[in-house]
């Protein structure tokens, strides 16, 4: 199941860089829109035939405290990998708070269960390597929308296939050598981060042409991630900052 599971990966990976190297597209073109429209469509039936309602129905049998919990215990694990990105970025400052955080969560948090940093002042901050590419140049390649994942670009569909890989915490599940960990934790949160974008979701179907709306929101909201700068709140239609990642 696992080598099943990396080859489709892999294969993701290939086919995102090919994207990713191709010539960089203004910020309103999508050559890719059929296909992307196609996969939209997709993702709508799935997220109102299937995602939604189990997400739901997690909310209503796991109460917040819990849901809470595993929500830290899984931005705990992702802070190694963010510290490698502040780095790669040149951005020392910001990899020094990430580390201050990870150590805290992880001792005082009791495993990251508990955001002590949090009142500590320590704010989180997410990077990815898709960010780390674009600082370092490389252009966004063509908008595409992943079945399941939602909108991308050929430059973050290659960052994600490099994190999926390159993430310390995925290496470590990986070197544990048990077969359906890997699978249990993307599977669990992914689960919890649907839990917590579900409405957004819905809100973003009530538009008169949803895929259109989602495309402009995306790729506003990783112009201001790329630059590490704070969002717009006077803008409504705004929707990104509202999960929490």
Known sequence: MRSLFKKFIILGVLLASVSACSTTQTANSDPLEGFNRTMFAFNEVTHKAVLKPVAKTYETVVPEPPRKAVRNFFRNLREPWVFIN???????????TTFQRFVINSTVGIGGLLNISEGAGLEYHQEDFGQTLAVW????????????????????AFGSGVGFFADPAAIA?????????????????????????YGLIDEVLRNKDPYLYMRIQYQQNRAFEIRNGKRDHSEADDIFDEIED
């Open 137 to 156: 140049g490389v252009g966004d390649g063509p908008y595409l929308v992943l079945p399941f994942l939602g909108p991308s670009s050929g430059r973050d």
């Open 173 to 197: 599940i990986d070197n544990a050598d048990e077969e359906g960990l890997q699978l249990g934790k993307i599977g669990v949160e992914s689960l919890d981060r649907y839990s917590r974008s």
């Open 86 to 96: 502040d780095i790669l970025q040149g951005e020392f400052k910001r990899a020094g």
